[in-house]
C-alpha cells in the first residue's frame, strides 16, 4: 500500500511538472527571448539645467480655457498623440507613431472626428493648443476621447520639442469639462499620476504603468506598445464595445506578457462612468 501511495504521488507531481509547461511565469524552449528589459521604453534623458527644466514645464498655473466652437452638442471628438521621433535621437522611441495610427483608425470607425499629432507635429505649442480645443468641447452631449502614446516621466507627457506637459496642467485644462462621457488613454511611463487629477464622474482612465514604473514596446510581431496593443486587440478580435470590457482585457493581457517575460508592469484603468462607456 505504501509503494501505491507513493507512485500515486509521484504521478500526481509529474501531471503538476507537465501543467507547469504552460504557465506564462514558466518560459519554454519555444520563448522569443527572457530579456523582458529589451522592450522597456527607456527613460526620457534630459540633461538640461534644472532651472531650464522648470522652464520647459507646463503646470497648473499655465492652463487656458477656449470657447466652444459651436455646432451641435452631440458629436464625438477625440485627440491622438503618439511621438517616436523627438528633437534630437537620445529619446527617440519605436512604436508610438503606430500606437497613434491605430487609434486614430478605430474611432475613425467609431464616427468620432479625430484631431491627431504624430512625431514633429506635436510641439509644446501644438499639444497645448490640441488640448485646450478638446477641453471646449468636451461639454455635455459630446463623448470624448483622449489618447497618448510617447515618453511619460514622473508625472509628465513630453512634447516632441521636449516640453514637460504635467498631469497638474492636464487635469486642469479639463476641470471645466461638464462631458458626461470621457476616455482617456496613456501608453507611456510613469504615468500613473494622471489618473488622479482626471477623476471625475463620467470618466474612464487607463494608464499602461503606475507613477513609478516602466510601459513596453511589443516584440516585433505586435508592432505597438504593448498596453495599445492589447487595447486593439481587445476591440478587433474579441470584439469588445465597451471601455471597461476593453480595459480589463488590455489590463490582464498586458500582465500576462510581464509575467511572461519576467518584467514588472503595472497597467490599470480607473472607472467612474455609471454604466458601460460605449466608444
Known amino acids: ?67 466652444y466652437p ?43 472626428q479625430v484631431t491627431s499629432l504624430i512625431d514633429g507635429q506635436a510641439t509644446e505649442a501644438a499639444f497645448s493648443e490640441a488640448v485646450a480645443n478638446l477641453a471646449a468641447l468636451s461639454v455635455a452631449g459630446n463623448q470624448i476621447v483622449f489618447a497618448y502614446s510617447g ?11 521636449l516640453h514637460y506637459m504635467s498631469d497638474t496642467w492636464f487635469g486642469a485644462m479639463f476641470d471645466g469639462a461638464t462631458s458626461t462621457a470621457m476616455f482617456f488613454s496613456f501608453d507611456a511611463c510613469q504615468i500613473g499620476d494622471f489618473a488622479g487629477v482626471l477623476q471625475a464622474d463620467g470618466r474612464v ?24 496593443y492589447y487595447q486593439m486587440e481587445g476591440f478587433d478580435l474579441a470584439g469588445l464595445v465597451f471601455a471597461e470590457d476593453d480595459c480589463d482585457y488590455a489590463v490582464s493581457e498586458m500582465l500576462a506578457w510581464g509575467r511572461t517575460y519576467h518584467v514588472k508592469v503595472t497597467p490599470f484603468y480607473e472607472d467612474y462612468y455609471v454604466g458601460d462607456l460605449d466608444f
Open 205 to 228: 482612465i487607463a494608464c499602461a504603468s503606475d507613477a513609478h514604473h516602466f510601459s513596453y514596446d511589443g516584440t516585433a510581431d505586435m508592432q505597438n506598445g504593448v498596453f495599445t
Open 70 to 112: 459651436g455646432g451641435d452638442k452631440a458629436g464625438k471628438y477625440a485627440l491622438v498623440i503618439g511621438i517616436s521621433d523627438y528633437d534630437g535621437t537620445a529619446n527617440d522611441l519605436q512604436y508610438c507613431d503606430d500606437d497613434a495610427r491605430d487609434w486614430i483608425a478605430y474611432l475613425q470607425s467609431q464616427g468620432y
Open 1 to 67: 500500500m505504501k509503494r501505491f501511495l507513493v507512485l500515486l504521488a509521484l504521478a500526481i507531481l509529474a501531471i503538476f511538472a507537465g501543467c507547469s509547461q504552460d504557465s506564462p511565469v514558466t518560459p519554454t524552449a519555444d520563448s522569443p527571448t527572457l530579456d523582458g528589459t529589451a522592450f522597456q521604453r527607456p527613460e526620457f534623458i534630459d540633461n538640461r539645467p534644472p532651472e531650464v527644466q522648470r522652464a520647459f514645464t507646463l503646470t497648473s498655473a499655465d492652463a487656458f480655457t477656449v470657447p
Open 151 to 161: 515618453h511619460g516621466s514622473k508625472g509628465n507627457m513630453i512634447s516632441s520639442d
